[in-house]
């Protein structure tokens, strides 16, 4: 499949690449730099399990986030109809990446679809999924801000910015294959046109953020036997966009990922394997009101063995939510619940497997003031719990009752 995608993709690249040469005669303005971005600011009062040993303990109870994004963007349509552009977005906050930019991208497009080479999101990405939204940087699948202690559940943030300033990638949402260290990969894409409703994106990373040993190495070459890394990711997925039966309006769309293990770890319990990764979700709308949820499947490519070398748990992790939102006017409300299992072995041995949940509950609502700004509340309910020892327990388990107010100004 890797090759029959590169060859494709080369094929559209000698498309495109002809198309730019009779753009060259015809035209020699380049592309223009243009900014834009978000900034979103709330501030959050959290009342969570903090006594001895509680993830909460020692924890103010009220605290002002922010999290944003500069986008730089180029683009430019030309007279024949091919359309390049660049896009790069560095983000701005406590809980920023390291990196200066986490997308770095171009992109070609025209009648023939569009490809996308560098830093980018896959299509498994764009294409998942999950409740609708209010606010997506709070009760999305993919949110900025988790305001509550984690402690010792397996079923981390991933948030940008938290109480404890921790991001880890097993995360509150369903970012679970596309955050193992791919999400922002050197990789090629390509998306098909949208005809009557359908399209679908295919892509292929041979490395997860070019690292060798942790160490960052853009310009080189990486090593292809790194023990327990998984590489050459290929994913691909669908959706479908229309309406029928008198206004009512369907989204549907899943995909599939699926990276190979460079090597095993030896001399260890904790067996690492090639990763797979699948997600289907659907939206309803009617008369304002929409009605969706999704589910994701992530093997996380490992599985943990006893000394006899029998399987007690594959460290597997599966999320589902669902929710309903209602606009009317520059109002909008919503609901949404959403539940995350994943499998972890906390004893010697690994003899005693158990499963780490996460459960949230947000009630939310926004209102827009002008075009491009914001302002919305939440209520949250957030419940971690693991099925272990009494000391990971009390280390692990918090219920947690979140308000936030904030605002969020496009630009």
Same mark, same amino acid.
């Given at each position: 499949m890797k090759k029959l995608l590169l060859a494709s993709v080369a094929s559209l690249a000698l498309v495109a690449f002809?198309?730019?040469? !009779?753009?060259?005669? +015809?035209?020699?303005? =380049?592309?223009?730099? %243009?900014? =834009? /971005?978000?900034?979103?600011?709330?501030?959050?009062w959290t009342s969570q399990d903090d006594g001895v040993g509680q993830p909460g303990a020692g924890v103010r109870d009220f605290d002002i986030f922010s999290y944003g994004e500069i986008n730089f963007t180029a683009e430019k349509t030309f007279d024949n109809g091919l359309t390049v552009g660049y896009k790069a977005v560095t983000p701005v906050g406590a809980g920023a990446a390291t990196d200066n930019f986490n997308e770095n991208f171009a992109y070609f497009s025209g009648y023939w679809g569009r490809i996308v080479a560098g830093q980018d999101y896959s299509p498994l990405y764009y294409m998942t999924m999950g409740a609708p939204v209010v606010d997506a940087g709070l009760d999305g699948i993919d949110p900025d801000f988790d305001f509550v202690?984690? /402690?010792?559940?397996?079923?981390?943030? /991933?948030?940008?910015?938290?109480?404890?300033?921790?991001?880890? &990638?097993?995360t509150i949402g369903f970012r679970t294959f596309?955050?193992?260290? /791919?999400?922002?990969?050197?990789?090629?894409? &390509? &998306?098909?046109?949208?005809?009557?409703?359908?399209?679908? %994106?295919?892509s292929y990373a041979p490395e997860f953020n070019r690292t060798n040993g942790g160490v960052k190495t853009a310009f080189a070459p990486v090593a292809d036997n790194t023990a327990g890394e998984q590489s050459e990711r290929m994913e691909i997925a669908a959706n479908y966009e229309g309406s029928f039966w008198n206004g009512v309006g369907l989204k549907v769309g899943g995909g599939y990922g699926h990276a190979n293990l460079e090597a095993p770890?030896?001399?260890?319990?904790?067996?690492y394997d090639d990763q797979s990764a699948w997600? !289907? %979700?659907a939206h309803f709308s009617y008369l304002g009101w929409t009605f969706g949820g999704g589910y994701i499947f992530d093997d996380n490519g490992?599985?943990?063995?006893? !000394?006899?070398?029998?399987?007690? !748990?594959?460290?597997?992790?599966?999320?589902?939510?669902? =929710?309903? $939102?209602?606009?009317? =006017?520059?109002?909008?409300?919503?609901?949404? &619940?959403?539940?995350?299992?994943?499998?972890?072995?906390?004893?010697?041995?690994?003899?005693?497997?158990? +499963?780490?949940?996460f459960e949230r509950w947000v009630v939310a609502g926004a209102y827009k003031v002008a075009p491009g700004v914001d302002l919305g509340a939440t209520l949250q309910f957030h419940d971690y719990s693991t099925a272990a020892n009494t000391t990971v327990n009390a280390a692990g388990n918090n219920?947690?009752?979140?308000? $936030?107010?904030?605002?969020?100004?496009?630009?």
């Amino acid at each position: 499949m890797k090759k029959l995608l590169l060859a494709s993709v080369a094929s559209l690249a000698l498309v495109a690449f002809a198309t730019g040469q !009779a753009v060259a005669a +015809e035209s020699n303005d =380049g592309l223009k730099l %243009g900014l =834009g /971005g978000y900034h979103s600011v709330h501030g959050a009062w959290t009342s969570q399990d903090d006594g001895v040993g509680q993830p909460g303990a020692g924890v103010r109870d009220f605290d002002i986030f922010s999290y944003g994004e500069i986008n730089f963007t180029a683009e430019k349509t030309f007279d024949n109809g091919l359309t390049v552009g660049y896009k790069a977005v560095t983000p701005v906050g406590a809980g920023a990446a390291t990196d200066n930019f986490n997308e770095n991208f171009a992109y070609f497009s025209g009648y023939w679809g569009r490809i996308v080479a560098g830093q980018d999101y896959s299509p498994l990405y764009y294409m998942t999924m999950g409740a609708p939204v209010v606010d997506a940087g709070l009760d999305g699948i993919d949110p900025d801000f988790d305001f509550v202690n984690i /402690g010792a559940s397996v079923i981390t943030d /991933g948030a940008a910015v938290t109480t404890t300033g921790t991001g880890n &990638y097993n995360t509150i949402g369903f970012r679970t294959f596309e955050r193992t260290g /791919g999400d922002f990969s050197d990789k090629i894409a &390509y &998306y098909t046109p949208r005809f009557n409703g359908f399209q679908a %994106g295919v892509s292929y990373a041979p490395e997860f953020n070019r690292t060798n040993g942790g160490v960052k190495t853009a310009f080189a070459p990486v090593a292809d036997n790194t023990a327990g890394e998984q590489s050459e990711r290929m994913e691909i997925a669908a959706n479908y966009e229309g309406s029928f039966w008198n206004g009512v309006g369907l989204k549907v769309g899943g995909g599939y990922g699926h990276a190979n293990l460079e090597a095993p770890i030896n001399g260890t319990n904790t067996n690492y394997d090639d990763q797979s990764a699948w997600n !289907a %979700g659907a939206h309803f709308s009617y008369l304002g009101w929409t009605f969706g949820g999704g589910y994701i499947f992530d093997d996380n490519g490992r599985e943990f063995r006893n !000394a006899a070398g029998t399987v007690t !748990a594959d460290g597997e992790t599966d999320a589902w939510n669902a =929710g309903v $939102t209602y606009d009317w =006017g520059p109002w909008r409300a919503g609901v949404s &619940y959403l539940n995350k299992q994943t499998d972890v072995v906390r004893t010697s041995g690994n003899t005693v497997a158990s +499963e780490d949940e996460f459960e949230r509950w947000v009630v939310a609502g926004a209102y827009k003031v002008a075009p491009g700004v914001d302002l919305g509340a939440t209520l949250q309910f957030h419940d971690y719990s693991t099925a272990a020892n009494t000391t990971v327990n009390a280390a692990g388990n918090n219920n947690a009752t979140v308000f $936030t107010v904030g605002t969020t100004v496009n630009f």
